[in-house]
């Protein structure tokens, strides 16, 4: 079975710096998708980036970018000029069919 | 189209008792998908739909647990003789057909926060 890790229960950011929170997978297949979701407190969970296994280049959405290494199956968010908005629970998503979770990042941005 | 809705938000019943939950998901969705989350952790695949089959149950799905999609659109989670164990948040999610722009992409509901006391 597919397994997501996220090794960084915690995590904390000072508001405006960058922070990368890390994930490692582990799979055989070749083919796949690779996702961040945010889940703020008592909110519901909301996609921040997605990247294709098949895709050399790394995603980037706005602030949220990812460094995909593929053989290194490993897959980390960066978040450039955090927020106070962007304190969340972050995990990490695997699928070549079903979804699987990493057990998550908690954020924490002080201002 | 609102996104997935969840029904009821909270549930509170007493061990032995049966619940059930609903989520609709967005329409033109054929997959929907059902996790648990206990605090602190994250969403634990439970089962997937696709139109009215389920194709996957995980392990975690004991013989209490039942998922439904009747007619492919909306779908019911039913858990009997509930334990204290069976606390957690129980989240639906949906997503469009394999081979689509934005197939893969999950879209959650707000969940279904079951306290068995």
């Known amino acids: 079975a597919q397994t997501v890790t996220q090794s960084q229960p915690e995590m904390s950011v000072q508001e405006a710096e960058t922070v990368t929170l890390s994930c490692t997978y582990d799979?055989?297949?070749?083919?796949?998708?690779l996702f961040w979701y945010k889940q703020p407190p008592s909110r519901q969970m909301i996609l921040v980036i997605r990247?294709?296994?098949?895709?050399?280049q790394n995603a980037t959405e706005n602030r949220f970018s990812v460094n995909f290494q593929k053989a290194a199956k490993s897959f980390s968010l960066k978040i450039s000029d955090s927020q106070l908005g962007d304190a969340a629970m972050y995990f990490c998503a695997y699928t070549d069919n079903d979804m699987r979770f990493g057990a998550g990042t908690r954020l924490t941005v002080k201002p | 189209d609102t996104g997935v809705s969840q029904d009821p938000r909270h549930k509170i019943t007493k061990r032995g008792q049966n619940v059930t939950f609903r989520c609709d998901p967005i329409s033109e969705h054929n997959r929907l998908y059902w996790y648990r989350q206990t605090l602190g952790q994250g969403p634990e695949f439970l089962t997937y739909?696709?139109?009215?089959?389920?194709?996957?149950k995980s392990r975690l799905l004991s013989d209490r647990f039942s998922a439904e999609r009747p007619k492919g659109s909306f779908s019911t989670l039913e858990i009997q003789r509930t334990e204290q164990g069976d606390s957690a948040m129980y989240l639906c999610a949906s997503s469009p057909t394999q081979g689509i722009p934005g197939a893969n992409v999950l879209t959650f509901g707000a969940g279904s926060r079951l306290t068995v006391l």
């Open positions: 990247q294709e296994a098949y895709k050399q």
């Open positions: 739909f696709q139109n009215e089959a389920q194709l996957e």
């Open positions: 799979t055989s297949e070749s083919d796949y998708y």
